[in-house]
């Protein structure tokens, strides 16, 4: 949650962020959505959670998820 912390408020203060923190940004908040239980925004994190094959997922499965994504991001940014 600290990692996430730093790279949210890295986010809001600079608005760019590298592909890398995007790719963690992203599955974290998919991973571990019921960090926003009681947010007034909460029921649109879990839609949100639930495009990615990640709530409630093995950490294994998070990390491998996480590689396949940076991956992808890295051959977009080639082309």
């Known amino acids: 949650m600290n990692i996430w912390t730093a790279v949210h408020s890295y986010k809001v203060l600079f608005g760019n962020i590298s592909p890398e923190m995007k790719v963690f940004y992203g599955i ?4 571990r959505v019921q960090w926003w239980e009681g947010e007034s925004d909460f029921e649109e994190r ?4 639930h495009r990615f094959p990640l709530v409630g997922a093995s950490r294994e499965l998070f990390c491998e998820f996480g590689r396949e994504l940076l991956q992808k ?3 977009a940014q080639s082309l």
Not at 28 to 31: A, D, E, G, L, M
Not at 46 to 49: G, H, I, S, Y
């Open 46 to 49: 879990l839609l949100v959670a």
């Open 28 to 31: 974290v908040q998919s991973w």
């Open 73 to 75: 991001t890295w051959n």
